[in-house]
């Protein structure tokens, strides 16, 4: 099986009037990434932030951030995102239409570049693109929303895309109800990075929380 599974703790769960104080927590905890959900309130129903507040986390950030973009025009956020001091964006297939420009302007401005497919997005929406991504975010929830019961369907997705990618260098991220549950499965699928937000935020303790989903998941990835 892989290496070391990356826990990338989501904000969308945190409290936003204390993001700096969330940031310094889960980075204690041993986070590796921090997940930034970018949303427009036209693609998904929901309206997060954008550069400006994503500027303010890097300041206080020390681990690398990981944009997902669930916005409808995902072009214009790259270089500001990038300028913002963001180190990998996923950008939605459904809402490319030049997907391969897109990718290569997120590596352009120096990011690792990744697709997001949502649940009924097929895996054949990558044949012709793998050769130019560095992950792909499988999203086990409709986006949106925090707290939304895993889809199941995407622990297959996530061993025919482990069998698809072969020895290629391209990560599995994976994104929705992410807990200490699926976060075994997951990784024994092939997910290697595991997003999860209210399985974190949503508990008194982030340090034991983000503890025993890497525990949970390291089993997984060992099994
Ligand atoms: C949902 C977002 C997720 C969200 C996951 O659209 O993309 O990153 O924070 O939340 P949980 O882990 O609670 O399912
Ligand atoms: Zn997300």
Redesign the pocket.
């Known amino acids: 099986m892989s290496a070391r599974i990356r826990i990338a703790p ?1 904000l ?2 945190a409290d936003f009037a204390r993001l700096a104080d969330e940031i310094a927590a889960v980075e204690a905890a041993g986070a590796d990434l921090l ?1 930034l ?1 970018l ?1 427009d309130g036209h693609f ?1 129903p ?1 309206l997060t932030f954008g550069p400006p507040v994503v500027a303010a986390l890097a300041a206080v950030a020390t681990v690398p951030l990981d944009a ?1 973009l ?1 916005v409808t025009d995902p072009d214009p956020l790259v270089t500001a995102l990038a300028d913002a001091g963001v180190q990998r964006i996923a950008v939605h297939v459904e809402t490319c239409r030049h997907l391969h420009r897109t990718l290569a302007g997120i590596r352009d401005a120096g990011m690792e570049a990744g697709v997001a497919l949502n649940p009924a997005s097929p895996l054949t929406s990558l044949d012709e693109i793998l050769g130019n991504i560095d992950f792909v975010l499988i ?1 086990s ?8 019961a ?1 889809i199941p369907s995407a622990l297959n997705k996530i061993r025919r895309l482990r069998r698809l990618i072969g020895e290629q260098k391209i990560d599995i991220s994976v ?5 200490p549950e699926t976060a075994g499965p997951l990784a024994a699928a092939g997910a290697a990075t595991l ?5 974190i935020f ?1 508990s008194d303790d982030r340090e034991r929380a983000l503890t025993e989903l890497r525990r949970a998941a390291q089993r997984g990835n060992e099994s």
Do not use: K
């Open positions: 989501s969308l769960s997940h959900d949303m998904v929901n997902h669930m999203m929830v409709n986006p949106g929303f925090g707290g939304q895993f994104d929705g109800g992410v807990d997003i999860a937000g209210s399985a949503g």
